[in-house]
């Protein structure tokens, strides 16, 4: 599977917002959103004024790089989100919340969505008792997740655990910290997720190239 193996401060400078892709770095001084507030490159200092195509690619590149996926992932995600009764820019937000490397990060066993989507490849997660090996993985309401006995003290997973409170736990999940357990008590509504992303311009892109 591809992967994006360039610097990935380059990336939140790019969008002009922190995307927490460096874990604990992102809430230190030593963020690069915060040292060098314009995008990487050399005309990274001139103000661009995009066409609303422009916008529309730019609000897309944004969920991808949020959420770690590729462009089949994305237009995959699209079409599900298109076919189902509600919004469907809200529809498309929810899957990618659903997704298990996201609610890993979520609960605060990894300190980014790239680290929990190693550690669930390495199968140190449950999910209903059975393990998990998928990030993809669509989570449904009242699934439970939880760390495997043995990988319950690998010290990146306890060290995130300990520093989750700065982030915070989503309402609509529920931890148990002292037993290392999680679950989806239900499915977030778009006031939940508060990562500043315009779904409907990304709506607007993939609704005309599908």
């Given at each position: 599977?591809?992967?994006?193996?360039?610097?990935?401060?380059?990336?939140?400078?790019?969008?002009?917002?922190?995307?927490?892709?460096?874990?604990?770095?992102?809430?230190?001084?030593?963020?690069?959103?915060?040292?060098?507030?314009?995008?990487?490159?050399?005309?990274?200092?001139?103000?661009?004024?995009?066409?609303?195509?422009?916008?529309?690619?730019?609000?897309?590149?944004?969920?991808?790089?949020?959420?770690?996926?590729?462009?089949?992932?994305?237009?995959?995600?699209?079409?599900?989100?298109?076919?189902?009764?509600?919004?469907?820019?809200?529809?498309?937000?929810?899957?990618?919340?659903?997704?298990?490397?996201?609610?890993?990060?979520?609960?605060?066993?990894?300190?980014?969505?790239n680290e929990a989507?190693?550690?669930?490849?390495?199968?140190?997660?449950?999910?209903?008792?059975?393990?998990?090996?998928?990030?993809?993985?669509?989570?449904?309401?009242?699934?439970?997740?939880?760390?495997?006995?043995?990988?319950?003290?690998?010290?990146?997973?306890t060290e995130s655990?300990e520093s989750v409170?700065?982030?915070?736990?989503?309402?609509?999940?529920?931890?148990?910290?002292?037993?290392?357990?999680?679950?989806?008590?239900?499915?977030?509504?778009?006031?939940?997720?508060?990562?500043?992303?315009?779904?409907?311009?990304?709506?607007?892109?993939?609704?005309?190239?599908?």
């Open positions: 599977m591809a992967r994006y193996r360039g610097a990935v401060c380059r990336l939140c400078r790019r969008e002009g917002l922190k995307l927490f892709l460096k874990g604990e770095r992102c809430y230190t001084d030593k963020c690069a959103v915060e040292r060098r507030k314009y995008a990487p490159g050399q005309h990274g200092r001139m103000h661009s004024k995009f066409s609303d195509y422009g916008n529309q690619l730019r609000e897309k590149q944004r969920v991808k790089r949020v959420y770690g996926i590729l462009e089949k992932q994305c237009r995959k995600y699209f079409r599900k989100a298109s076919r189902q009764r509600g919004i469907t820019g809200e529809n498309f937000l929810v899957f990618l919340e659903r997704r298990l490397d996201n609610v890993v990060f979520r609960l605060g066993f990894a300190s980014t969505r989507r190693q550690l669930v490849s390495h199968r140190h997660f449950l999910v209903n008792g059975k393990p998990v090996n998928i990030p993809s993985y669509s989570l449904k309401q009242g699934d439970t997740i939880e760390l495997r006995e043995k990988s319950k003290k690998i010290t990146r997973i655990l409170e700065r982030r915070g736990v989503p309402r609509w999940l529920e931890l148990d910290k002292e037993h290392l357990k999680g679950k989806l008590a239900e499915l977030p509504t778009r006031e939940e997720i508060t990562i500043p992303i315009q779904e409907q311009l990304v709506v607007e892109l993939l609704s005309r190239q599908i």
